[in-house]
């Protein structure tokens, strides 16, 4: 089986908080005026990617990896995690405030829903001016102090703000409280799990006029208490180079303008690579094809690959591996 470079179809999700950047700024097949997340690639059951190009089209992410999982995937990673694609990748476009929410850690996640943990990452792609994210707590909290604020609904004064622009990045771990705020259209690449506790949501109504669900028991004990500032990435913009921006237990990201093409050996890699392009166009080939990329799309490279080309002059890329 040849494993050319491999675009998905994107999985298109309603939100309470969504809006219309998906189709407007990343040319998304979006039919609703709600729409608050792609899902570029996914293996969360239920939401699995089937590939949109080439002889594979209409192919799923899980069939691939049942019939090519370490030439797919990666020795490494197949040792790893199995027959699991470990890495879920999104757009977001916020309209409106997301919940105040957190994820909780690898071991709790598995004791609790017997799934991963979820730390992520983000990449502000667009934002309105004066849009902000939460991240973490403005000073170190007691959990007592916690639980007032909620039931007095004082939490946003316990909350630290960070105002964005285009290219600001950040790394969540778990335990850490967050929203993305309104106005603010990112990537965001994290661990595969969709375990989410929500403790806060403005007090608003879907469309059933009901209000949506909290996990505020348990997200008490899921929470880390501790004001840190290790959220903001500071991260090496170097021209025609590959800059690390997040390496991690769970991925590293880095970060790529190009004005020229590019070629990488990645035949000592063994993970495969994934490219999120957040501007301009490229067009990426290994050893069995090409793929065309251009700003809100997304290509997954086989770990077989022994070379990766990417042929541009002008292109902005995060390119994720495990």
Request: hydrophobic share 35%; glycine share 8%.
């Amino acid at each position: 089986m040849d494993l050319y470079p491999l675009k998905f179809k994107p999985i298109l999700k309603e939100r309470l908080w969504g809006g219309t950047k998906l189709k407007d700024v990343l040319n998304k097949p979006i039919e609703s005026d709600i729409t608050g997340e792609s899902w570029e690639l996914s293996g969360v059951s239920g939401d699995i990617s089937e590939v949109a190009n080439g002889a594979l089209e209409g192919t799923s992410l899980q069939e691939l990896i049942s019939l090519q999982g370490e030439s797919l995937l990666g020795k490494s990673v197949v040792e790893r995690f199995g027959n699991e694609f470990p890495i879920l990748i999104k757009f977001i476009d916020a309209k409106q405030d997301l919940s105040i929410q957190l994820h909780p850690n690898d071991a709790l996640a598995k004791k609790r829903h017997n799934s991963f943990g979820k730390t992520e990452m983000w990449y502000i792609m667009d934002a309105n001016p004066g849009s902000q994210l939460i991240v973490g707590f403005n000073k170190d909290v007691e959990k007592s102090e916690y639980i007032e604020s909620l039931e007095s609904g004082t939490l946003l004064d316990l909350m630290n703000y960070e105002e964005v622009k285009e290219g600001d990045t950040y790394f969540i771990n778990t335990g850490k409280i967050h929203a993305i705020g309104a106005g603010v259209l990112l990537a965001e690449i994290q661990q595969t799990s969709d375990v989410t506790y929500r403790v806060y949501d403005f007090d608003r109504k879907d469309k059933d006029g009901n209000l949506r669900e909290l996990h505020t028991s348990l997200a008490v004990d899921a929470i880390d208490y501790e004001r840190k500032n290790d959220f903001k990435v500071d991260y090496p913009k170097g021209k025609d180079e590959t800059n690390t921006m997040v390496d991690c237990p769970y991925f590293k990201t880095n970060f790529l303008e190009l004005t020229q093409p590019l070629k990488l050996d990645v035949s000592q890699r063994d993970s495969f690579t994934i490219y999120m392009c957040v501007g301009g166009a490229a067009q990426i080939s290994n050893d069995w094809g090409t793929a065309s990329i251009q700003k809100g799309e997304t290509v997954l490279v086989a770990a077989s690959s022994s070379t990766i080309d990417i042929d541009t002059r002008n292109a902005k890329l995060l390119e994720v591996t495990i």
